[in-house]
């Protein structure tokens, strides 16, 4: 279903960015690999390569000045080409009440979880309009660009001792809708998916009922938390990865071109 296209996901050394690397590659895109760490980074790529799939790695941290120009010059130069899909997959959650939360905590979600995607979003929306144009100068339609932003339930919903996560995601909902309208001209679709629980490294269960940090970082939840989420979802289960880079690869898929603006919710039925 994405045979030509070229993709720059985020966070794809793990998890749901890992999986939704792999799905894309064998689906036929050519992934820009993005990730903070370099050896789950340059796994995920190797793992693709290995498959036959074409996929780069770009390195970095996406809150430096600079990584948005560094991923799409990545994929330029790789593939000679412009790029057709973005995905922003990488975030961190983080818990407290709001009168536990401090300014720093409030600003680094909002940096994680909004800004970065936004400056990406920044970043290759011009080249996205000048294909645009350059195709409809040669008498084509545009190809239909996708920008997937990857929310949460707690963005839709809100979500307890939440707020500065909870915030964070409902910002990126509604740049999605607001960027929607900005690029529909260009035929660039912008949509979002909100995910409940998904089993990744970040939803891990935490013993003893207290939540492990790696600086601002969650890596999970108490059991207790997890086990009443867990009861609370029609399903009965947790999503997993794949089922979760399904989700994104419909938005990218030709079947989404007439879907932009939207947040789609995947989440068990929770």
Request: hydrophobic fraction near 45%.
């Amino acid at each position: 279903m994405l045979k030509g296209r070229v993709a720059i996901i985020t966070g794809a050394g793990r998890g749901i960015g890992q999986a939704t690397a792999d799905l894309f590659s064998r689906q036929g895109a050519s992934v820009v690999v993005c990730d903070i760490d370099s050896t789950p980074c340059q796994d995920t790529v190797t793992s693709i390569l290995e498959q036959g799939g074409m996929a780069v790695p770009c390195v970095g941290d996406v809150l430096e000045d600079g990584f948005a120009q560094k991923a799409i010059d990545t994929a330029v130069k790789a593939f000679e080409s412009g790029v057709d899909i973005i995905v922003n997959n990488a975030g961190y959650g983080g818990k407290g009440f709001v009168d536990e939360t401090s300014d720093s905590f409030w600003g680094n979600m909002l940096d994680i979880n909004t800004t970065a995607p936004f400056r990406l979003i920044r970043a290759v929306t011009p080249l996205m309009k000048q294909s645009a144009k350059s195709e409809l100068e040669a008498g084509k339609t545009p190809v239909c660009r996708k920008i997937i932003n990857v929310s949460s339930i707690a963005g839709t919903d809100g979500l307890v001792a939440s707020a500065a996560y909870a915030t964070s995601k409902a910002a990126i909902e509604g740049l999605t809708r607001s960027v929607a309208k900005d690029l529909g001209h260009f035929n660039i679709c912008v949509n979002a998916v909100s995910f409940g629980l998904i089993k990744t490294r970040l939803s891990r269960p935490i013993e003893a009922n207290k939540v492990e940090h790696v600086g601002e970082k969650v890596m999970g939840f108490p059991a207790k938390f997890l086990n009443h989420m867990v009861g609370l979802t029609p399903l009965g289960r947790v999503g997993t990865v794949e089922e979760a880079a399904g989700a994104i690869l419909m938005l990218a898929s030709p079947y989404a071109d007439f879907i932009t603006g939207q947040v789609l919710k995947v989440s068990g039925g929770l």
